[in-house]
């Protein structure tokens, strides 16, 4: 696996984290390092980052005042650790994008996935815009998008792309548009007649999934399953249909994206609830759990990655009580209960159809 990068004629080591064994995957794009190649003659002293996924351009731009819009704690995780690889500082000036920035003179994003996710960052950017704002996007050129284009044209007046670079493009922005009143970004839809919020970006944008509707139309709660934690708990949906189920559960939801933490807390008023934003059970207690739900996710980014759920499960392990248990609904075709008997006494499927199968695993009989 590729861990260094020379940038400027400065060598840099670079790591993923989460850790992953495909030897084919690096810590940092092409698109990220067309973005550095562009703005190497820039003077502004403050540039704030989004989407610095594992750090490149914090490591690169230490010498300037940085501002590092985060969505995911393992991103954090990620920044923290290379700066230390590279015997940088690692105190950051973290902003979620929920957060006011006050001025951005220039900004510089690796375009998400997700365009919502990219508009979120593109009206946090314009509240904050002047009439010299510089907006430097990066992108491989595979996963080009026009709504990404017509999602900057409503922010931007001017909005440029740059000829490819090793398969990677830029769209440059500038001259901020007029704007009196920005739209909500978040959705608000009802399932079951009740309603739910979500932010931008947030999985399943506008209604609930097709797997976790299948997985609440077969799932039973126990009388003695009073602690229960949702795991990758999205916009909170499974934890609120248990609360509403039993009212003294005590749930605990756990997501590695911060949008999906503050869309749940809305969804989860008034419940006996805590909300973490982590990408791992570390934080917990062993036996803390008598239930663990999940519908884990199995794409990073424009990854399909199943490392990082097994990780997790490993986790789920230890904090499950010994008699409890961690249900699950997953695409079939990932074939988890293979890697689940490795680490409970009983896995079994409850229920399946054509696309999605609900796995109950059982720590000790």
């Not at 365009?115 to 815009?129: R, V």
């Not at 509707?213 to 126990?222: D, M, N, R, T, V």
């Not at 990758?232 to 749930?251: D, K, L, T």
Request: a positive charge.
């Amino acid at each position: 696996m590729e861990t260094t990068v020379t940038i400027n004629s400065t060598t840099y080591q670079l790591q993923r984290y989460p850790k992953t064994f495909d030897k084919s995957l690096r810590a940092w794009s092409n698109a990220e390092l067309l973005v550095l190649k562009y703005i190497a003659d820039k003077s502004s002293a403050h540039v704030h980052l989004f989407n610095d996924r594992f750090g490149v351009w914090n490591c690169a731009l230490q010498e300037k005042k940085l501002t590092t819009i985060w969505t995911y704690a393992s991103q954090q995780k990620a920044i923290e650790k290379n700066l230390k690889l590279n015997q940088f500082s690692t105190v950051i000036d973290f902003k979620t994008p929920l957060d006011d920035l006050q001025t951005v003179n220039l900004a510089l994003v690796k375009i998400p996935k997700s365009i919502e996710l990219f508009e979120m960052f593109l009206q946090q950017i314009h509240k904050a815009s002047h009439e010299n704002t510089e907006v430097v996007c990066g992108f491989m050129t595979k996963y080009f998008s026009p709504s990404f284009v017509k999602v900057a044209e409503h922010y931007f007046e001017e909005v440029t792309q740059s000829k490819a670079w090793k398969k990677a493009r830029l769209l440059v922005l500038k001259k901020p548009k007029p704007i009196t009143e920005y739209k909500r970004l978040m959705h608000s839809f009802l399932w079951k007649e009740k309603e739910y919020q979500q932010y931008y970006g947030v999985f399943s944008s506008n209604s609930i999934d097709i797997g976790t509707q299948f997985f609440l139309e077969h799932i039973e709660l126990k009388a003695n399953e009073e602690k229960i934690l949702d795991l990758a708990s999205g916009n909170g949906v499974i934890a609120r249909w248990f609360s509403e189920q039993n009212p003294n559960v005590e749930v605990s939801l756990v997501d590695d994206f911060n949008l999906a933490v503050a869309s749940s807390k809305i969804n989860l008023q008034g419940k006996n609830a805590d909300f973490i934003c982590s990408d791992t059970l570390e934080g917990f207690k062993e036996a803390s759990f008598d239930l663990v739900v999940s519908n884990p996710p199995f794409h990073f980014e424009h990854e399909n990655n199943i490392e990082i759920a097994l990780n997790l499960f490993e986790g789920v392990k230890k904090c499950l009580s010994p008699a409890g248990r961690f249900v699950l609904v997953a695409n079939s075709h990932l074939n988890y209960s293979t890697q689940l008997t490795q680490l409970f006494t009983s896995v079994k499927i409850l229920q399946q159809n054509k696309k999605f199968q609900i796995i109950e695993c059982i720590k000790k009989r």
